[in-house]
């Protein structure tokens, strides 16, 4: 079987899905590799380091789609526009793709039923459960400790104060003020992040242990009194919540963003569409130049106002929706991703290379689409809704 890693194309995507280092893996694992022209170009690594590992370098990618049984990589498939094709047209009918789908998310719908349509096996890595066995396959940790870092560094970059307190002779400034709505592992993250700047920081999360964490970290946490049968699912993770619940939450929310200078934005449910907690109504409170990162974009965004890919401004405030974070930061995120996807194929392909093992709990838990079929709970979920509305 042929594994084929593309250049991503998504602007100012860096990343790559693989290394030479895990293209020797694949190999010895049977795999054949074939690896775009300059695809390791935004992580410093060139063609001669991929070949030197057993990977054949090609040029076009419309050959390199078409002839990979497996295609590998880091972010959904786009329109390319410089071929004037999509790429889920490009890959071949009933081959495999694996790589970070996010299929709930609204804009991505079109997407998965275009991979249902071609029969292609789509595989996302969003979908790895929280369990001790795929800990090494489980690239939105790594991905999300990459975000909560560098989300902080870049709304300092944006924001037009200091952060941390600065004394000078006429006077001390006070320090910036970071609300972080979700403290998971990106927001533990970026708490981590804006405490070594010197921020003062509060957080607000549903579930009571991730609150014990970021008051550990030395968050002032906001107490959000619900039931945790209701705030926490399997895994750790977080539930969505009934409206009735979400319009508390945002209330809660709500007199907190008047005294922030930076929202980071990190609130997800696995799998299915994020939810709203920073409405249109909420921004008007808000400090002109103050800053919100929604780092859950991907997955729809918890502002009503984030367009995805973009920086924007709105009612004074700017609000980042940039998808791909992560890639700016690409060199240590493609090591982590590259060993997450390497290690999620391996297991995948246990019994042998040519057959994949989809009744696997790992696997059948990020399948989203096989034999004219989707299979994505968090995806059928979304189109349900997007029908009914």
């Not at 300092?156 to 400034?173: K, S, V």
């Not at 939810?275 to 002109?288: A, D, G, Q, Y």
């Not at 057959?355 to 004219?372: C, G, Q």
Request: glycine share 8%; net charge negative.
């Amino acid at each position: 079987m042929i594994i084929g890693i593309p250049k991503e194309i998504l602007f100012e995507e860096k990343r790559v899905a693989a290394t030479p280092d895990t293209v020797r893996k694949y190999i010895q694992l049977g795999f054949d590799v074939i690896i775009e022209t300059s695809a390791g170009e935004g992580i410093l690594l060139g063609d001669d380091e991929y070949a030197m590992a057993g990977a054949t370098i090609v040029s076009d990618p419309e050959r390199l789609f078409a002839e990979s049984d497996i295609v590998l990589k880091v972010k959904q498939p786009i329109f390319n526009e410089r071929l004037d094709k999509h790429e889920v047209n490009m890959l071949r009918d009933e081959s495999m793709l694996i790589t970070f789908l996010h299929p709930a998310a609204p804009e991505n719908h079109d997407i998965v039923k275009r991979l249902r349509d071609k029969k292609i096996t789509a595989l996302t890595m969003d979908g790895i459960p929280r369990i001790s066995r795929a800990q090494r396959m489980d690239a939105l940790s790594s991905m999300s400790t990459v975000t909560g870092y560098k989300s902080v560094i870049m709304a300092a970059n944006q924001l037009p104060t200091f952060i941390p307190m600065i004394g000078t002779a006429i006077g001390t400034i006070k320090p910036a003020t970071f609300l972080i709505v979700g403290a998971g592992i990106v927001g533990l993250q970026a708490i981590a992040t804006a405490k070594r700047l010197g921020g003062v920081i509060k957080a607000i999360d549903i579930r009571k242990e991730a609150c014990t964490q970021a008051a550990s970290l030395g968050a002032k946490v906001v107490d959000f009194d619900i039931p945790q049968e209701l705030a926490t699912g399997s895994g750790g993770y977080a539930r969505a919540l009934e409206n009735e619940w979400l319009e508390i939450e945002q209330r809660l929310i709500s007199p907190h963003l008047e005294d922030a200078d930076v929202v980071i934005l990190s609130a997800l449910v696995p799998g299915e569409v994020a939810p709203i907690l920073v409405t249109e109504k909420m921004l008007s409170t808000m400090k002109s130049g103050s800053v919100i990162m929604d780092v859950s974009v991907d997955q729809g965004g918890n502002c009503a106002a984030t367009e995805p890919g973009r920086f924007i401004q709105r009612l004074g405030v700017q609000i980042c929706g940039i998808q791909n974070i992560p890639g700016r930061m690409a060199v240590h995120a493609s090591w982590l991703y590259a060993n997450n996807i390497y290690f999620y194929v391996e297991n995948l392909f246990k019994n042998g290379v040519g057959e994949p093992d989809l009744k696997d709990e790992i696997v059948k838990r990020s399948l989203v689409t096989h034999r004219s079929s989707i299979h994505h709970q968090g995806a059928l979920k979304a189109m349900r809704g997007a029908l009914s509305n």
